[in-house]
C-alpha cells in the first residue's frame, strides 16, 4: 500500500493527478490546490444561499482558465444558464438579459452588446435534461468525456436526481444511494465533481441566531459519500440589518482531503453575483 500512497504523491508532484484551482488562494488552501480528479465536493446550503450561483461561479472559473467543464441541470434551461453565466463574466446586472429595451437607448448600443457576448468563449457544456438519473449522468459524463476530456462536472441539486432502482425503499435510502452514485462516477471517469444539496428548511426556524449549516442538518444521510462537504451561508438574509451583507461563508463541515475545518469569506458582486476576494 505504501507504493500507492508513493505513486499517488508523484502523481500530485508532476501534475498526472489533476487538480481543477479555483480563482481563490484561501479556498484552494483548504482544498489541497483546488478540486481534485475523482473526488466529490458537495456544497449544501438553505434557500436563497445561492447554490447554483456559487456552483456556476466555479463552473466559469475553471472554463476561463481553459478547463473543460460539464454542468448538469434539471431545474434551469440551458439558455438561462448561460445567462447567468455571462452576466457574471461581464458583470453586469440581470436587466441586460431580461429588459434589454430599458437598458440599451438604441440599437446599435443593444447590436454593439450583443457583439460583446459572441466574443466571449467558454470551454462549457450543458445538459438541462428535465429527468436525470445517475445511470443517464454517468453515461452521459463518459461519453462527453471520451471526446472533449471533462476537467469539471457540476451537478445542480443533486439529491433530486431520480433513482435507478425501480423498487422504491425510502426517500432517505434513496438519497444515499444517488450520492454513493455520483461519487462512483467521479471515481471511474476521474473528473472532479461538485453537487449542490438543499439542506432542511428547518435551519431557518432554529430559536437562535446561529442558522449556519450543520451536518446534521443534511436531508437524510447524504454526507457519507462525499470527500469534502462545504455549507453556505449569507448571514444578511436572516438579518438585513447585518454588517456582512455581501459576505459569503464556506463552511467545511467535512474535508477528508485536507482536514482543515474552518470557514472561508468571500464577496458576492451585488449585481452580477460574481465571487470576489475580500479587499
Known sequence: ????????LQGRWDGSIKVTP???AELNKRLGGGWEAGCLYTLCGAVHMGKTEIALNFGLEAAEDGYHVLIFSSELPDTMIAERIDQMKMTLPANHFKLPRTVFQDEAS?????????????????????TLT???VRAALKRVHATWRVDLCIIDRGNRMG??????QSKAADVVDISNAIKDMARLVGCPVIETIQINKSV?????KNKRPTLNDMAYDAGGAPDTIIGLYRDEYYDSASPNKGIVEFIFLKNRLMGIMDTVCLMRHP???KLLDLP
Not at 500500500?1 to 505513486?7: F, G, K, M, Y
Not at 443593444?110 to 428535465?130: C, H, Y
Not at 431557518?204 to 437562535?208: A, E, P, V
Open 1 to 8: 500500500i505504501q507504493d500507492d500512497v508513493i505513486a499517488r
Open 22 to 24: 479555483t480563482h481563490h
Open 110 to 130: 443593444f447590436l454593439a452588446f450583443v457583439q460583446n457576448l459572441q466574443a466571449l468563449k467558454f470551454s462549457l457544456m450543458i445538459d438541462d435534461t428535465a
Open 134 to 136: 445517475p445511470a443517464y
Open 163 to 168: 433513482t435507478d432502482d425501480k423498487s422504491y
Open 204 to 208: 431557518g426556524q432554529r430559536s437562535n
Open 271 to 273: 449585481f452580477s453575483g
